[in-house]
């Protein structure tokens, strides 16, 4: 693993062109801020500095990679960390030396403190190869997990195979058919294309993911509009940090504590799986929300550790009654011990399944 650190005792030569981007994203004195250094991944990219995504912008989010610890642009629908946001980039800089991926040794990384919602960047960036296209839509990777309307505003840049060169605005995304709606495209792509989706603009106001942000803010940091239309302050979204929708079966990580998991877009039977003992902390929670009208299932991830319905060992709860599934809820609480269960079915009528491991 290399790093490089930019600035300081840098001689002349060939080197990567540097540039910087000054962006004052922080209210109040210097001293009222909580700074740390950090690395920065290589493969880091900031989407809406179109043109030179290789170049961080100051005022960039970003979350921590659990593996590493390495920082990258937040994504609200990652599964490696980063889904958290973990600070903001408070210096401008390249991810790239001599056009390959560098890791990158930086100080000024901002972790607390008063900030202008309207003066941060989400550096989001999907990549991915077409499936197929008509003359107003792509089709995108079967995997791609964004909500209905993500993308909606963002740029798709087709980067490879047929149309390449060519950018649109996305109008329309639809999950359930990967499917995001454009202007006429000059050249129709098809399945060798690939492409980047982009996030772009200054400011989280208007923002897709507002609310996710001002959440996940307003555990460190003091959001304090100054545009019209904006709020004043973060935002508590109930305690959630973040609302995730899962059309596959999938296992919570501790970085997931205080997500809102929903099944919406889910067409067959869904189990989530909560962490392991060993993995998880004392107050670490997870929520359920059904929307789709299929079996909706959530399971211990250490067998006879969930609290339900008098019974202390439980194993998995499942709601089960159709066309009453809709609207049913599940939430989860570790105590130290094992999960204690909070459950709101949609009726009354509605069945609950239950498992005892024991």
Same mark, same amino acid.
Not at 144 to 156: A, E, K, R, S, V
């Given at each position: 693993?290399?790093?490089?650190?930019?600035?300081?005792?840098?001689? $002349?030569?060939?080197? &990567?062109?540097?540039?910087?981007?000054?962006?004052?994203?922080?209210?109040?004195?210097?001293?009222?801020?909580?700074?740390?250094?950090?690395?920065?991944?290589?493969?880091?990219?900031?989407?809406?500095?179109?043109?030179?995504?290789?170049?961080?912008?100051?005022?960039?989010?970003?979350?921590?990679?659990?593996?590493?610890?390495?920082?990258?642009?937040?994504?609200?629908?990652?599964?490696?960390?980063?889904?958290?946001?973990?600070?903001?980039?408070?210096?401008?800089?390249?991810?790239?030396?001599?056009?390959?991926?560098?890791?990158?040794?930086?100080?000024?990384? @901002?972790?607390?403190? &008063?900030?202008?919602?309207?003066?941060?960047? @989400?550096?989001?960036?999907?990549?991915?190869?077409?499936?197929? &296209?008509?003359?107003?839509?792509? @089709?995108?990777?079967?995997?791609?997990?964004?909500?209905?309307?993500?993308?909606? =505003?963002?740029?798709?840049?087709?980067? =490879?195979?047929?149309? #390449?060169?060519?950018?649109?605005?996305?109008?329309?995304?639809?999950?359930?058919?990967?499917?995001?709606?454009?202007?006429?495209?000059?050249?129709?792509?098809?399945?060798?294309? /690939?492409?980047? #989706?982009?996030?772009?603009?200054? =400011? +989280?106001?208007?923002?897709?993911?507002?609310?996710?942000?001002?959440?996940?803010?307003?555990?460190?940091?003091?959001?304090?509009?100054?545009?019209?239309?904006?709020?004043?302050?973060?935002?508590?979204?109930?305690?959630?940090?973040?609302?995730?929708?899962?059309?596959?079966?999938?296992?919570?990580? $501790?970085?997931?504590?205080?997500?809102?998991?929903?099944?919406?877009?889910?067409?067959?039977?869904?189990?989530? /799986?909560? $962490?392991?003992?060993?993995?998880? #902390?004392? =107050?670490?929670?997870?929520?359920?929300?059904? +929307?789709?009208?299929?079996?909706? #299932?959530?399971?211990?991830?250490?067998?006879?550790?969930?609290?339900?319905?008098?019974?202390? /060992?439980?194993?998995?709860?499942?709601?089960?009654?159709?066309?009453?599934?809709? %609207?049913?809820?599940?939430?989860?609480?570790?105590? %130290?011990?094992?999960?204690?269960?909070? +459950?709101? $079915?949609? @009726?009354?009528? &509605?069945? +609950?399944?239950?498992?005892?491991?024991?």
């Amino acid at each position: 693993m290399s790093f490089s650190f930019d600035g300081y005792n840098v001689f $002349p030569g060939i080197t &990567a062109a540097r540039e910087s981007f000054e962006n004052e994203f922080m209210w109040g004195r210097f001293e009222t801020k909580e700074l740390m250094g950090a690395v920065i991944d290589g493969s880091a990219r900031d989407s809406g500095n179109l043109g030179n995504t290789t170049r961080l912008r100051s005022g960039l989010l970003l979350g921590r990679i659990t593996t590493t610890q390495k920082l990258k642009q937040w994504d609200p629908v990652a599964t490696d960390g980063t889904q958290n946001i973990y600070g903001i980039l408070k210096t401008s800089l390249n991810t790239q030396n001599l056009s390959a991926d560098t890791d990158r040794l930086t100080g000024p990384i @901002v972790i607390s403190g &008063a900030v202008k919602p309207n003066r941060l960047f @989400v550096g989001l960036q999907s990549n991915g190869t077409a499936q197929s &296209a008509t003359a107003t839509t792509i @089709v995108l990777d079967a995997d791609d997990n964004h909500p209905d309307d993500f993308y909606n =505003g963002m740029t798709i840049e087709i980067t =490879g195979g047929t149309g #390449v060169g060519q950018t649109a605005v996305i109008s329309d995304w639809v999950l359930s058919t990967v499917t995001a709606t454009v202007p006429t495209w000059t050249t129709d792509p098809d399945s060798t294309s /690939t492409y980047t #989706v982009n996030s772009s603009g200054m =400011g +989280i106001v208007g923002h897709t993911d507002e609310f996710i942000i001002r959440s996940q803010l307003a555990k460190n940091f003091y959001v304090f509009d100054d545009v019209a239309g904006g709020l004043h302050g973060g935002v508590s979204m109930g305690g959630w940090k973040n609302i995730v929708a899962k059309t596959a079966n999938y296992t919570c990580t $501790p970085a997931d504590n205080d997500t809102l998991f929903t099944n919406r877009g889910d067409a067959n039977i869904i189990t989530f /799986t909560l $962490p392991t003992t060993a993995l998880s #902390v004392k =107050g670490m929670r997870f929520g359920f929300y059904s +929307i789709a009208d299929f079996d909706f #299932v959530v399971q211990t991830g250490t067998a006879n550790t969930m609290v339900f319905l008098n019974d202390a /060992t439980g194993t998995s709860l499942t709601l089960t009654t159709t066309a009453e599934l809709i %609207g049913g809820y599940m939430e989860f609480i570790f105590d %130290g011990v094992g999960w204690l269960s909070i +459950i709101s $079915p949609s @009726v009354d009528t &509605a069945a +609950i399944q239950t498992i005892d491991g024991a």
